[in-house]
């Protein structure tokens, strides 16, 4: 490790999902002593969108001080296939963390933060845009598919974890301190009474229609109930059960 070589260097990433609490864990995990940060920030995208590879190449990404666990918080390394593998070509021992949320609020969401930025044309309705896999908005909510291709390079309850976005919601701490230990970093200097506000939710103003959200939802539910079943958990994100949020 460049400049404190007697120091071992772990490797924790969080994959995404997008909107599902990766910025408000980023700027919780700012403020740890035992991680170092990527020098651009959030988002490093270094497996999915930077030219060029290697340990010491994703090395150089990092600010040479801080603690001894390099930090990665890239959703967008759920949103492409086959990135898994690049992963463990230079970081096998890394650890992974997987966040998920109902995959129709999570499209939803996303839906609705594309169109502010601009990423998807206003033009474009929710289910136009499913359809398509704009800003890969399908790909983003097959999870089962998703643990399935990490797990084949980092296993399932050792390497990779799984958390839930309804529990960052209902209970931060928990939330910190679990996402703390699937990351490898500790509980030590977490400095819970600093943590930000928890995860808020909304509606949003972009309205949607029943019929789209139950497109989307018929197309996510055999795969859910596959989900749910490899993590052996009784199946949740049922219809009647959606809450739709505009964070």
Known sequence: MIGKSNMKTETAICIGAQKTGTSWLYEQLERHPGVRLPR???ELNF?????????????????????PVRLDVSPSY???EGLAEKI????????ILFIVRDPVARAVSQYRMAIRLGNIPKSTSLIEAFRANLQFIKR????????????LFFPLGQ?????????????????YDDALMALGIGLVGTARNQLGPPVGVGRGELSVSK???SEIHDFYAPFNR???????????????????FGT
Do not use: Q
């Open 78 to 80: 759920s949103a492409f």
């Open 47 to 67: 497996f999915s969108l930077k030219k060029g590879g290697g340990a010491e190449n994703y090395e150089n990404e990092f600010h040479v001080d801080g603690g």
């Open 226 to 244: 596959a989900f749910f079943a490899r993590l052996g958990l009784p199946v949740n994100w049922e219809a009647e059960n959606y809450k739709l």
């Open 159 to 175: 390497k990779l974890t799984v958390l839930f976005f309804d529990d960052l919601v209902s209970d931060a701490t928990k939330f």
């Open 211 to 213: 019929a789209e959200l």
């Open 140 to 151: 983003r909510g097959l999870y089962l598919d998703i643990v399935n291709e990490y797990d």
């Open 40 to 42: 651009t920030g959030k």
């Open 88 to 95: 463990h070509e230079t970081c096998p021992e890394a650890r």
